[in-house]
Protein backbone atom coordinates (compact mmCIF):
# COMPACT_ATOMS: atom_id res chain seq x y z
CA UNK A 1 0.00 0.00 0.00
CA UNK A 2 0.72 3.54 -1.21
CA UNK A 3 0.23 6.61 0.51
CA UNK A 4 0.72 9.63 -0.92
CA UNK A 5 -0.93 13.08 -1.52
CA UNK A 6 -3.34 13.96 -4.02
CA UNK A 7 -2.88 15.49 -7.10
CA UNK A 8 -5.07 17.21 -10.23
CA UNK A 9 -5.09 13.60 -12.12
CA UNK A 10 -6.71 12.19 -9.19
CA UNK A 11 -9.58 14.89 -9.79
CA UNK A 12 -12.40 11.81 -10.89
CA UNK A 13 -11.31 9.21 -8.02
CA UNK A 14 -11.82 11.67 -5.33
CA UNK A 15 -15.22 12.87 -6.99
CA UNK A 16 -16.47 9.44 -7.50
CA UNK A 17 -15.49 8.51 -3.64
CA UNK A 18 -17.43 11.52 -2.84
CA UNK A 19 -20.58 10.89 -4.40
CA UNK A 20 -20.75 7.31 -3.17
CA UNK A 21 -19.57 8.41 0.75
CA UNK A 22 -22.44 10.89 0.49
CA UNK A 23 -24.88 8.23 -1.00
CA UNK A 24 -23.78 5.07 1.56
CA UNK A 25 -23.85 7.24 4.39
CA UNK A 26 -26.58 10.06 4.06
CA UNK A 27 -28.35 8.63 1.07
CA UNK A 28 -27.64 12.11 -0.92
CA UNK A 29 -26.48 12.62 -4.31
CA UNK A 30 -24.00 15.54 -5.12
CA UNK A 31 -24.11 17.42 -7.85
CA UNK A 32 -20.87 16.29 -9.87
CA UNK A 33 -20.51 19.84 -11.02
CA UNK A 34 -19.89 21.47 -8.18
CA UNK A 35 -18.02 18.67 -6.50
CA UNK A 36 -15.64 18.73 -9.27
CA UNK A 37 -15.28 22.33 -8.65
CA UNK A 38 -14.81 21.82 -5.20
CA UNK A 39 -12.46 19.07 -5.11
CA UNK A 40 -10.68 20.92 -7.75
CA UNK A 41 -10.23 23.76 -5.51
CA UNK A 42 -8.65 22.01 -2.81
CA UNK A 43 -6.08 20.08 -5.15
CA UNK A 44 -4.77 23.18 -6.55
CA UNK A 45 -5.34 25.61 -3.00
CA UNK A 46 -2.84 24.08 -0.56
CA UNK A 47 -3.71 26.60 1.67
CA UNK A 48 -6.79 25.20 2.54
CA UNK A 49 -5.89 21.53 2.97
CA UNK A 50 -5.17 18.70 1.34
CA UNK A 51 -6.06 15.19 0.08
CA UNK A 52 -4.13 12.05 0.86
CA UNK A 53 -5.04 8.60 -1.29
CA UNK A 54 -4.03 5.00 -0.54
CA UNK A 55 -3.05 2.99 -3.57
CA UNK A 56 -3.17 -0.67 -3.91
CA UNK A 57 -1.72 -2.61 -6.33
CA UNK A 58 -1.56 1.40 -8.76
CA UNK A 59 -5.57 1.51 -7.83
CA UNK A 60 -6.76 4.53 -5.41
CA UNK A 61 -8.40 2.23 -2.74
CA UNK A 62 -9.27 4.75 -0.15
CA UNK A 63 -9.12 8.48 0.54
CA UNK A 64 -9.45 11.85 3.01
CA UNK A 65 -9.12 15.20 2.90
CA UNK A 66 -7.77 17.39 5.70
CA UNK A 67 -8.71 20.85 6.25
CA UNK A 68 -7.33 23.26 8.35
CA UNK A 69 -8.73 25.66 11.33
CA UNK A 70 -6.48 27.70 13.57
CA UNK A 71 -6.94 27.86 17.05
CA UNK A 72 -5.98 31.43 18.47
CA UNK A 73 -5.61 29.19 22.45
CA UNK A 74 -3.31 26.67 21.39
CA UNK A 75 -1.41 28.58 18.25
CA UNK A 76 -1.60 25.66 16.14
CA UNK A 77 -4.15 24.32 13.47
CA UNK A 78 -7.23 21.83 13.92
CA UNK A 79 -7.04 18.97 11.10
CA UNK A 80 -10.11 18.60 10.19
CA UNK A 81 -10.47 15.21 8.20
CA UNK A 82 -13.09 14.85 5.83
CA UNK A 83 -14.66 12.98 2.90
CA UNK A 84 -13.20 9.81 4.08
CA UNK A 85 -14.10 6.89 1.76
CA UNK A 86 -12.28 3.26 1.39
CA UNK A 87 -13.92 1.14 -1.42
CA UNK A 88 -15.96 -1.61 0.46
CA UNK A 89 -13.34 -4.39 -1.30
CA UNK A 90 -10.35 -2.89 0.89
CA UNK A 91 -12.13 -2.21 4.34
CA UNK A 92 -10.97 -3.36 7.34
CA UNK A 93 -7.72 -3.76 6.05
CA UNK A 94 -5.73 -0.99 7.59
CA UNK A 95 -6.31 1.47 4.56
CA UNK A 96 -8.17 3.97 6.98
CA UNK A 97 -4.97 3.56 9.75
CA UNK A 98 -2.66 3.99 7.33
CA UNK A 99 -4.12 7.01 5.93
CA UNK A 100 -4.49 8.43 9.53
CA UNK A 101 -0.85 7.51 10.49
CA UNK A 102 0.08 9.75 7.68
CA UNK A 103 -1.96 12.72 8.97
CA UNK A 104 -0.47 13.03 12.12
CA UNK A 105 2.91 12.71 10.80
CA UNK A 106 2.47 16.04 8.20
CA UNK A 107 0.66 17.32 11.28
CA UNK A 108 4.43 16.71 13.06
CA UNK A 109 6.30 18.02 10.42
CA UNK A 110 4.59 21.09 10.32
CA UNK A 111 4.89 21.46 14.10
CA UNK A 112 2.29 20.31 15.49
CA UNK A 113 -1.66 19.50 15.53
CA UNK A 114 -3.90 20.94 17.99
CA UNK A 115 -5.95 18.34 17.54
CA UNK A 116 -7.47 15.55 15.02
CA UNK A 117 -11.17 16.29 14.17
CA UNK A 118 -13.51 14.60 12.19
CA UNK A 119 -17.39 14.50 11.59
CA UNK A 120 -19.03 10.91 11.48
CA UNK A 121 -22.73 10.03 11.23
CA UNK A 122 -24.47 8.95 14.40
CA UNK A 123 -25.40 5.79 12.67
CA UNK A 124 -22.21 4.63 11.24
CA UNK A 125 -21.03 2.58 14.46
CA UNK A 126 -18.53 0.81 12.22
CA UNK A 127 -16.24 4.14 11.36
CA UNK A 128 -16.93 5.47 14.77
CA UNK A 129 -15.42 2.13 15.94
CA UNK A 130 -12.56 2.23 13.52
CA UNK A 131 -11.71 5.96 14.71
CA UNK A 132 -11.85 4.70 18.69
CA UNK A 133 -9.45 1.81 17.87
CA UNK A 134 -7.47 4.29 16.42
CA UNK A 135 -7.35 6.12 20.23
CA UNK A 136 -9.98 8.80 18.69
CA UNK A 137 -12.71 9.83 21.49
CA UNK A 138 -15.79 11.45 21.07
CA UNK A 139 -15.59 15.33 21.87
CA UNK A 140 -17.22 17.29 24.32
CA UNK A 141 -18.72 19.49 22.02
CA UNK A 142 -22.10 19.53 20.10
CA UNK A 143 -22.28 21.40 16.58
CA UNK A 144 -24.58 23.92 15.85
CA UNK A 145 -25.63 24.33 12.17
CA UNK A 146 -27.70 27.17 10.08
CA UNK A 147 -27.74 26.72 6.24
Known amino acids: MKIRQGQAADLQALVAFNQAMALETENLLLDAEILTKGVNALLTSPAKGFYLVAEVDGEIAG ?3 VTFEWSDWRAK ?13 NRRQGVYKKLYQTVKDIAAEQGGAASFRLY ?6 KAQQT ?5 MEQSYYLMYEQK
Open 63 to 65: SLM
Open 77 to 89: NYYWIQSVYIRPE
Open 120 to 125: VEQDNT
Open 131 to 135: YSNLG
